[in-house]
């Protein structure tokens, strides 16, 4: 197919587009258990419309949640409630007193609660767990430090130093330069 051919068919399409442009649907998805969870947390069960269509579509996916298997539906409360405490507890609502008081509002017919509060002697094993891994971060960057060390003498030991790195870079230029030859042929 030439250039020309591709033209006039785009345009034959273009026309054709363009007449029955009120005859085609938008493209909404895969309906999937998954994308049903998704439209339920992005708030389409508020209006009835959309309620209804999400209803439809998902009606046939179950979904475990700590109350045994229910039907993915707006109507149904239990999912509806334990969706929105777990995405809460997922976005750090129990980091601070506001959402802590949300949490137990909203979610305790669900039975889901945030853990207790740390104590002080929590905060303080806490503190050691951070001072350790900050000393095991220096030893593995002296660590990293001593391997690039070594390759650096290996290097000298091998070519004297930055003539190593010279010859390896002729090395790669002849090979570009190789490639760039055959590729105009």
Known sequence: ???????IFTLFLFIY??????????????VTQSSCVER???????????????????????LYI???VVNISCDNKNLYDWLFCTKMLSEGAC???????????MCSDVN???PPELQSKDLAIIDKIKELQTE???????????SDWSLKTMMK??????LSYLWIFIVIAIIIVIFSFIKKK
């Not at 095991?136 to 001593?146: F, G, H, R, V, W």
Request: aromatic share 8%; glycine share 10%.
């Open 40 to 62: 339920i947390l992005n708030y389409e069960c508020i209006d009835e419309d959309t309620k209804k269509k999400l209803n439809e579509d998902c009606d046939m996916f179950e």
């Open 17 to 30: 587009v363009s007449i029955n442009k009120g005859t085609y649907e938008p493209f909404t998805g895969e």
């Open 136 to 146: 095991s971060n220096k030893c593995t960057k002296s660590k990293a430090t001593m």
């Open 66 to 68: 700590d109350s045994g």
């Open 1 to 7: 197919m030439n250039i020309n051919q591709l033209l």
């Open 95 to 105: 980091e601070c007193s506001y959402g802590r008081k949300q949490v137990t509002g």
């Open 112 to 114: 889901i609660t945030c």
């Open 157 to 162: 030991s091998i070519g004297g130093g930055y």
